[in-house]
């Protein structure tokens, strides 16, 4: 069955520190891939995702995700974080004619 | 107005109460969906609506009723709810994967429902 793993449900960053958050997927086919942020209170905004081609997808907000197909791998990193960072985090899955699968999402704090 | 709107942003309502959430997207997508997310749990999938038929329906109780009058507007109607619906209600549109869309689901800011 497909599933998409986050393995870290907190994760707490010092401001400035470089960060990156993890996501594994199982899928027979050749996956669609996504990650949203989720400020409190708010609906999910898209950061990136990847289709095809480059494996190294840039995102909004200075993101970035790898695809590591032999790993069944997209963590999502970033450089530098900034306080306004802080929120929760959802990789997610899918093919051209299914659903979309969320992973249970990564709550980032981070430290001033 | 850009992107995904929903109407409330807060609701409390009563278990007897009739009430329904509104769903709007200007992206101009022909797929539109319902979901819950309750503290603690995933992102669960609802309902979704391809060209304004249902096309899923992931065992939801009877006492949530989705609407979609056209493309661009959905509607989930309430009654008789139980505290433990309490949650987030998100709703998200996208092209339908399976006329060619990619499948990229852009959501909205969700309606904060609180069932006393």
């Known amino acids: 069955a497909q599933s998409v793993t986050q393995p870290d449900i907190h994760i707490t960053v010092s401001e400035g520190a470089s960060l990156e958050l993890r996501c594994n997927y199982s899928?027979?086919?050749?996956?669609?891939l996504f990650w949203y942020v989720q400020s409190p209170g708010q609906g999910l905004q898209l950061l990136l995702k990847?289709?095809?081609?480059?494996?190294l997808v840039q995102g909004i907000k200075g993101f970035e995700a790898e695809f590591k197909r032999s790993q069944s791998s997209f963590n999502l990193r970033k450089p530098s974080v900034h306080w306004s960072d802080a929120a929760e985090y959802f990789c997610?899955?899918?093919?051209?004619?299914?659903?979309?699968?969320f992973g249970k999402g990564t709550r980032l704090h981070i430290l001033p | 107005e850009t992107g995904v709107t929903q109407t409330p942003r807060h609701l409390v309502m009563g278990m007897t109460n009739k009430k329904s959430l509104k769903c709007e997207q200007h992206l101009g997508h022909n797929a539109m969906y319902w979901y819950k997310q309750s503290a603690k749990k995933p992102l669960e999938l609802m309902f979704v609506y391809s060209l304004e038929e249902r096309v899923e329906n992931n065992s939801v109780p009877s006492r949530f009723s989705p609407e979609c009058p056209n493309s661009s507007h959905l509607f989930l109607h309430l009654h008789t709810l139980q505290p433990e619906d309490s949650a987030l209600y998100l709703c998200?549109?996208?092209?339908?994967?399976?006329?060619?869309?990619?499948?990229?689901?852009?959501f909205g800011p969700g309606t904060r429902l609180t069932v006393l």
């Open positions: 997610a899955v899918s093919n051209r004619d299914d659903k979309i699968i």
């Open positions: 990847y289709f095809s081609g480059d494996t």
């Open positions: 998200a549109s996208s092209q339908d994967p399976r006329a060619g869309g990619r499948n990229t689901q852009y």
């Open positions: 899928y027979g086919a050749t996956p669609y």
